[in-house]
């Protein structure tokens, strides 16, 4: 059974931290590019960050640039996402999601297509 699972989300003060986490099980996690995506109440779901291919490329939206940080542990099948620096228009539902290699667009990262599996969400808050 595939499973995304996040944890790591809650409730934080502005220019606060949080470390998300998505630990990957029931596929091969090397074949598969790892992203986080979030949505605001009453907006669209955007693609925050992602990571993936033989070479482990990081990709960020304009908007987390130079304060989140993705990076992966193969041997844990996790995924990780630093938040530094938050700000209250970071609050979102933050969820992982994986797409195939194969299927893979490096310049279409942020779109939901072709991520197969789906996390079920953590609640990052953060207050001014």
């Known amino acids: 059974e595939v499973q995304l699972v996040e944890s790591g989300g809650g409730l934080v003060q502005a220019g606060g931290s949080l470390r998300l986490s998505c630990a990957a099980s029931?596929?091969?996690?090397?074949?598969?590019?790892i992203a986080w995506f979030r949505q605001a109440p009453g907006k669209e779901r955007e693609g925050v960050s992602c990571i993936g291919g033989r070479l482990g490329t990081t990709y960020y939206a304009d908007s987390v640039k130079g304060r989140f940080t993705i990076s992966s542990d193969n041997a844990k099948n996790t995924v990780y996402l630093q938040m530094n620096t938050l700000k209250p228009e970071d609050t979102a539902v933050y969820y992982c999601?994986?797409?195939?290699?194969?299927?893979?667009?490096?310049?279409?990262?942020?779109?939901?297509?072709?991520?197969?599996?789906w996390g079920q969400g953590t609640q990052v808050t953060v207050s001014s």
């Open positions: 029931g596929f091969t996690f090397r074949d598969y590019a």
């Open positions: 999601a994986a797409a195939p290699i194969s299927l893979f667009v490096r310049g279409l990262w942020f779109r939901s297509y072709p991520y197969d599996y």
